[in-house]
Nanobody
Framework: QVQLVESGGGLVQPGGSLRLSCAASGFIFSRYAMSWHRQAPGKERELVASITGTGGSTNYADSMEGRFTISRDNAQNTVYLQMDSLKPEDTAVYYC?????????????WGRGTQVTVSS
């Protein structure tokens, strides 16, 4: 059974930091690209950052680049999102995503999300 379990969310003041974790199980983790997405109230879900299966390549949304860092530990089947210099507009539910498979069949899995609130 595939599971993606996010943790590390919470309330933080503007300018603060949080580190999100996503523990994966039920699939061959290193063969899947992983990403973080977020959804703020009343807004569509958006990509935050992504990382390839080997961890050799990362990609960030423009508004997050330089403040957020995505990384993964394939030995621990975990992907991380280090968030620094947080702003109130970063408030959202953050979701972990796994994507893998072949050109014919793609598998996509989502976690249930973790709430991040940036407020003074």
């Amino acid at each position: 059974q595939v599971q993606l379990v996010e943790s590390g969310g919470g309330l933080v003041q503007p300018g603060g930091s949080l580190r999100l974790s996503c523990a994966a199980s039920g699939f061959i983790f290193s063969r899947y690209a992983m990403s973080w997405h977020r959804q703020a109230p009343g807004k569509e879900r958006e990509l935050v950052a992504s990382i390839t299966g080997t961890g050799g390549s990362t990609n960030y949304a423009d508004s997050m680049e330089g403040r957020f860092t995505i990384s993964r530990d394939n030995a621990q089947n975990t992907v991380y999102l280090q968030m620094d210099s947080l702003k109130p507009e970063d408030t959202a539910v953050y979701y972990c995503n796994a994507r893998g498979g072949t050109t014919i069949v793609q598998y996509v899995y989502w976690g249930r999300g973790t709430q991040v609130t940036v407020s003074s």
